[in-house]
């Protein structure tokens, strides 16, 4: 069963820090992962992509990693802002689905 | 560009009525849609994947009667959420992507929507 999970569940850092989001998956075969980000009560918001051969991808303050051979992702945010406090989702795709498996979230409260 | 729009963003009604939601795609022709279902500090649950023009494919333990989909243009889908009950109450999220020959493909991103919150009475 293809399944993401993500770590921490929730965290809090003091605005101007950087923080590290984690997100393991089983999807198989891989296809690509995102980083989307939701903010309460919106729908969720692309922040990168990755296929098979990209390791880095920058979106401004955020960068994503991807190790596809341990399967494990990260997202970086660096010198976090008050506007990204928020939800962060890991989302994986499988060769020849359509259908997307969805991480649980991690929830990052940048407080001030 | 790719913008989805849905509407209403929050919604409120008394149980055993229904409710229409609506999935928008503005400046994309939209053959397919997929609705979803968000519980608090869950991830989205994938409830249907409609194509244009078709029935659409409800996810296993999704009533259909419960849930009526309808895709009835390229920029539109509806989800109609038949007699409402308290547990009904979430947060649906819509998300379109283009596909060739009305089915969905891997390549295609899938933007999303701001969701739609309803609340059932």
């Known amino acids: 069963k293809n399944q993401v999970e993500q770590s921490p569940q929730s965290l809090i850092i003091l605005e101007g820090k950087n923080c590290t989001l984690q997100?393991?998956?089983?999807?198989?075969?891989?296809?690509?992962l995102r980083w989307y980000k939701q903010d309460t009560g919106r729908g969720p918001v692309s922040l990168t992509i990755?296929?098979?051969?990209?390791n880095t991808k920058s979106n401004g303050r955020y960068t994503a990693t991807l190790d596809a051979d341990t399967k494990q992702s990260s997202l970086h945010i660096t010198a976090s802002q008050l506007s990204d406090s928020a939800s962060y989702i890991c989302?994986?795709?499988?060769?020849?689905?359509?259908?997307?498996?969805f991480g649980a979230g991690t929830t990052v409260t940048v407080r001030a | 560009g790719a913008v989805v729009s849905q509407h209403p963003s929050r919604v409120i009604c008394k149980s055993g009525t229904s409710v229409k939601i609506e999935c928008r795609s503005l400046?994309?022709?939209?053959?397919?849609m997929f609705w979803y279902r968000q519980f608090p500090k869950k991830s989205l649950m994938l409830m249907a994947t409609?194509?244009?023009?078709?029935?659409?494919?409800?996810e296993q333990g999704v009533e259909k009667d419960k849930f009526l989909i309808n895709h009835a243009s390229l920029t539109l889908s509806t989800l109609t959420v038949t007699s409402a009950h308290p547990e009904d109450s979430s947060f649906y999220i819509c998300?379109?992507?283009?596909?060739?020959?009305?089915?969905?493909?891997?390549?295609?991103?899938?933007?999303f929507g701001p969701g739609t919150r309803l609340t059932v009475t």
């Open positions: 990755m296929t098979f051969s990209e």
């Open positions: 997100c393991n998956y089983t999807v198989s075969p891989f296809s690509n």
């Open positions: 989302v994986v795709s499988a060769m020849n689905d359509y259908k997307l498996s």
């Open positions: 409609s194509n244009e023009g078709s029935k659409a494919t409800y």
């Open positions: 400046d994309f022709q939209a053959t397919t």
């Open positions: 998300s379109a992507t283009q596909g060739t020959s009305g089915r969905p493909s891997i390549f295609h991103e899938q933007y």
